[in-house]
């Protein structure tokens, strides 16, 4: 997110764990659809 009072900062999300299933399975997704391209 930017802020123009305090610039650039990361938002924690609720599935941004180490070892989370969702974050796996969509970033294996997101890697298939860029070589599909």
């Known amino acids: 997110m930017k802020c ?5 900062s990361n938002a924690n999300v609720p599935w941004d764990e180490k ?3 969702f974050k796996i399975l969509f970033e294996r997704f997101a890697i ?3 070589l599909a391209t």
């Open 32 to 34: 298939d659809l860029v």
């Open 4 to 8: 123009p009072t305090y610039g650039v």
């Open 19 to 21: 070892h989370s299933r």
